[in-house]
């Protein structure tokens, strides 16, 4: 596999939650608006780089049968490094974020990444690993945020277009299981095409 | 290389490197952002309180005290001041009683106790409904909280129309808007027990 | 703090996966069949009560007197793993029967956010050791609730002719979805 098919496979064919749906729980929640989803999407993305580089770096000095806890305290050491900077530097969508900061720690793309990619192969391709899987699952939070900020408060990165209320719905609870709902069966679609 | 066995002196010392390392990048970072994490929650104050209160020349976050609510706890008072003399007075209030609980705000009083502006500083209220708390209306157009600016709690109970006061409830939302009023009749009570009037 | 509200608000209102989206994955995961639903549900009601008794002391008697509050994560997703791990021992060796209703569930349970995720709420929310303790459970019940609930109907689901493309996930999601609406109903209520 080359390197160009090893990045884009993380857009559509082997989307982390469109077509393996892992990782919902982020998704779900944070995507109440395009700006929260992709803010989430790239921290999630930093964390799958830096997890990926120092996994393949490491993964001669790992013994086998310690390898999940070593992966996670490098997982989780990523996570506090983003939990710490985001908090300081952008403060705002550190709170709107909220606890699914820290909760990256448990998003099983990560690890799943760290231990299916990382471990195996080079340096290189996880790094290109990570960054596709991470973009492509940013893109499809920004998507999902998009869609559930246009229908629910009729607005796009802010940007109100329509006086009033959205079908409210969208940017609660419920709207996010059901609009995740239909992408997934779209996107389901497009790779049977 | 090759992969090093699974021994058990292989584990431990394989597992202390990594948590060594993990510490000391994590106790790195820490250091380094320290100081913006702190300054950020003070201007982040600093702010809320510049929105409730006329303008000041002191920084209230130095001569912040505390005053018992009479409920047995105390809520943080802010005051502020142009020179010597008081300009009025933030105080951080709360309600456990809004739609999805807690909410905190920043009530601010002109020294005689007038409500002057409220700011939201937490809440976790539902979008498009409880939210139309927080944002500042124009003269043309006021929002919720507007209709508290300038009033004195003394003569406009802080109740909304079904409970037989004054105050418009947000449409669809009166838990939120009858959970504001209590925390700023929280707000006012301490202020007034007080004797900062 | 009234504990009556606390368990209502936790169970219902703030239900852990349909208000709070946390522990979507073994939602989905493992909604097939009531059966293993209960057994899930169990694995977790047990680990998330002791995990954040654990993490509470950790955090409190820990972290805080070394100023390193901000190694919570780590340490707490540590604790998490590590306390799954002595449950599955521990029950393997007094209980068969339990072992084997709750067994393959637990290695699941690590990376169940819900369990992480009360951990850190317990601590951002102020609550004492009982009140984390009730609210660990009481949530761990909401999950529960909320599993064995989609679970039934995705059985129900399964004699249904569904769209292709929106079998599987989709579907469920879309379910979860409407449930989600109708557990907004129990808000206001505290």
């Known amino acids: 596999m080359n390197q160009v098919q090893n990045f884009t496979k993380g857009f559509i064919k082997e989307n982390p939650i469109l077509v393996m749906v892992l990782g919902a729980c982020p998704t779900l929640a944070t995507t109440s608006s395009m700006i ?146 239909y992408m997934i ?9 | 290389m090759a992969k090093i066995q699974s021994s058990l002196k292989n584990m431990v010392l394989s597992l202390t490197l990594i948590s060594v390392g993990a510490s000391a990048a994590l106790g790195f970072v820490y250091e380094m952002t320290k100081g913006p994490i702190e300054l950020t929650a003070l201007n982040k104050k600093l702010d809320a309180i510049k929105q409730v209160v006329p303008e000041f020349t002191n920084n209230p976050n130095d001569d912040m005290f505390m005053l018992p609510t009479g409920e047995g706890d105390s809520l943080e008072v802010y005051p502020a001041r142009s020179g010597e003399e008081v300009v009025g007075y933030a ?72 409970d037989g006061g004054p105050v418009d409830a947000i449409t669809a939302a009166t838990i939120s808007s009858r959970a504001f009023c209590e925390g700023v009749q929280r707000a006012y009570n301490t202020f007034e027990k007080g004797g900062l009037k | 703090m009234d504990f009556i509200l606390l368990i209502i608000s936790a169970i219902l209102v703030n239900n852990i996966v349909l208000a709070q989206f946390l522990g979507v994955c073994p939602f989905l995961g493992v909604s097939n069949k009531v059966s293993t639903a209960i057994g899930m549900s169990g694995a977790v009601t047990f680990v998330m009560v002791l995990a954040t008794m654990v993490t509470y002391l950790i ?32 029950l393997k060796k ?53 599993l064995v609930i989609l679970a039934g109907i995705r059985e129900q689901l399964e004699l249904v002719d569904v769209p292709s493309g929106m079998k599987g996930a989709p579907i469920a999601l879309v379910t979860a979805g409407i449930l989600a609406l109708a557990f907004m109903g129990f808000a206001g209520l505290v």
């Not at chain 1, 780089?49 to 000095?61: C, D, E, F, I």
């Not at chain 1, 069966?185 to 095409?193: F, H, M, P, Y």
């Not at chain 2, 951080?92 to 905190?104: L, M, V």
């Not at chain 3, 699941?108 to 850190?120: D, K, Q, R």
């Open chain 1, 36 to 181: 929260n989803g992709l803010g989430m999407g790239l921290a999630t993305t930093f964390v799958l780089l830096g997890s990926n580089t120092v996994v393949s770096l490491m993964k001669n000095l790992i013994p086998d049968k310690v390898r999940i806890p070593a992966f996670i305290v490098v997982i989780a050491t990523f996570v506090t490094i983003v939990d710490l900077v985001m908090n300081a530097y952008v403060p705002s969508l550190y709170e709107s974020l909220g606890i699914f900061i820290p909760l990256i720690v448990v998003n099983c793309i990560v690890l799943g990444r760290a231990e299916a990619f990382a471990s195996k192969n080079t340096v290189w391709s996880s790094v290109v690993d990570g960054a596709g899987m991470g973009l492509g699952f940013t893109t499809a939070l920004g998507v999902l945020g998009a869609i559930r900020e246009i229908l629910g408060s009729g607005a796009i990165g802010g940007f109100k277009f329509i006086s009033g209320d959205g079908i409210l719905v969208f940017i609660l609870a419920p709207g996010a299981f059901i609009a995740l709902g």
């Open chain 3, 94 to 146: 007094i209980s068969q029967p339990l072992y084997q209703a709750l067994g393959i569930f637990l290695p699941l349970i690590t990376t169940n956010c819900a369990v992480l995720g009360v951990a850190i709420l317990v601590i951002k929310k102020d609550y004492n050791l009982v009140e984390g303790i009730v609210y660990g459970a009481a949530t761990a019940i909401g999950f529960g609730l909320a």
């Open chain 3, 59 to 90: 955090y409190t008697y820990v972290l805080i007197p070394l100023g390193i509050g901000f190694m919570q994560t780590i340490a707490y997703i540590l604790v998490i793993a590590s306390l799954v791990q002595m449950v599955e021992i521990i």
């Open chain 1, 185 to 193: 069966a779209i996107v389901k679609k497009i790779n049977k095409a």
């Open chain 2, 91 to 162: 105080v951080k209030s709360y309600t456990n009683n809004g739609f999805s609980g807690y909410i905190s705000f920043m009530v601010g009083f002109l020294p005689d106790g007038t409500i002057y502006n409220i700011s939201v500083l937490e809440h976790k209220e539902t979008p498009g409904l409880g939210t139309k708390m927080v944002p500042e209306g124009t003269p043309e157009k006021p929002e919720f909280k507007d209709q508290f600016k300038g009033k004195h709690p003394a003569d406009f109970p802080l109740k909304v129309r079904k």
